[in-house]
């Protein structure tokens, strides 16, 4: 079955660094998402990424986030300059269509730590 | 404020019990319902969906969920657990916007003692 990747599993980064998280959709997949988990936090919604735009973002997605399909097949996320408050765990998804029933599907994370 | 709340936050239970799990969400209009599972060290899997029909929906693994509208609730249910159904269970709702964007429930804590 189709799964959705992330690498890598686990980051660790100093604050005011740059970081990737990368994504691998579903190959058929249009739809393109971010959240995150805050250690003991509810997930939460950060980006959603349709036709190479971004076509919903969080007050949580300030300036410092940008997303990008680059080739086609990743879909990542650029933090450009870290800070504490960044730790969490970032869940990639991506979605056929926005029709029900299509669901959405989840990579396995990246646990970002930032020191 | 629009948000979807779980209320118990982490539950033990014994095998064989049986188990539910609130969920209330805020948001008028169409809504598109889910419980997500994510069992230690492994990723978010749908157990369920609701968008239409039958208010009660039958998931993967024996679990249910029934939609109630006029309570705008959400609530999952399993008739016996067992011990592999220790995990992470969130709630999630999809308002009415035209992206697909999830909105979590603060997720509940499943413990099975064997």
């Known amino acids: 079955e189709p799964e959705v990747t992330q690498t890598p599993s686990h980051q660790v980064t100093q604050m005011g660094q740059e970081v990737i998280l990368r994504c691998v959709p579903i190959s058929n997949h249009l739809y393109f998402y971010w959240y995150r988990q805050i250690l003991g936090q509810k997930v939460e919604f950060l980006v959603s990424?349709?036709?190479?735009?971004?076509?919903?973002k969080s007050e949580i997605f300030d300036d410092q986030f940008s997303v990008e399909r680059p080739d086609g097949s990743n879909f990542t996320l650029k933090i450009r300059s870290t800070k504490l408050e960044d730790s969490a765990m970032y869940f990639c998804?991506?979605?056929?269509?926005?029709?029900?029933?299509?669901?959405?599907?989840f990579g396995p994370g990246t646990r970002l730590t930032v020191t | 404020a629009q948000s979807v709340s779980q209320h118990n936050h982490h539950v033990i239970l014994s095998e064989a019990a049986s188990l539910e799990l609130g969920c209330n969400y805020s948001y008028g209009g169409t809504v598109n319902l889910f419980w997500y599972v994510q069992y230690p060290g492994q990723h978010l899997q749908l157990l369920l969906k609701y968008f239409s029909g039958d208010p009660l929906v039958k998931g993967i693994k024996g679990f249910e969920a029934e939609f109630i509208k006029s309570k705008f609730s959400f609530n999952l249910r399993k008739p016996s657990v067992q011990w592999s159904d220790t995990a992470e269970y969130f709630c999630a709702v999809i308002p009415s916007s035209n992206t697909g964007k999830l909105i979590f429930g603060q997720g509940t804590t499943l413990q099975v003692k064997p």
């Open positions: 990424f349709y036709n190479n735009e971004i076509s919903e």
């Open positions: 998804a991506s979605r056929k269509s926005l029709i029900p029933p299509y669901e959405q599907y």
